[in-house]
């Protein structure tokens, strides 16, 4: 199987689970790295955190993964609620 369709399959598979209790979604970026979207707001700045940390590691070259195809992981974080700015 092809590393495009694996990992689209991987993505498919994983986004029916939210991840730690979280609302996410997991989708394959254009770069071909999983994309992993939070769907709510991060009130502690967690999740911008690790999207920090991440991103210096694949500026690095650290942030791949050999058996996901040796792609790596990026974070996006949404807030589709509008939490932050309230109603």
């Known amino acids: 199987m092809e ?3 694996r990992l689209e399959m991987c993505a498919i ?4 689970y939210n991840i730690y209790k979280q ?6 970026h254009e ?5 992993l979207t939070y769907l709510d707001v991060d009130p502690l700045g967690v999740k911008q955190r690790l999207k920090s940390m991440l991103l210096r590691r694949s500026q690095a070259g650290l942030n791949r993964v050999s058996w996901w195809g040796n792609c790596g992981l990026k974070i996006q974080i949404k807030d589709r609620f509008n939490f932050k700015n309230g109603p």
């Open 23 to 28: 609302n996410c979604e997991v989708t394959i």
């Open 31 to 35: 770069s071909g790295d999983l994309l």
């Open 3 to 5: 590393k495009a369709r």
């Open 13 to 16: 598979n994983y986004s029916s």
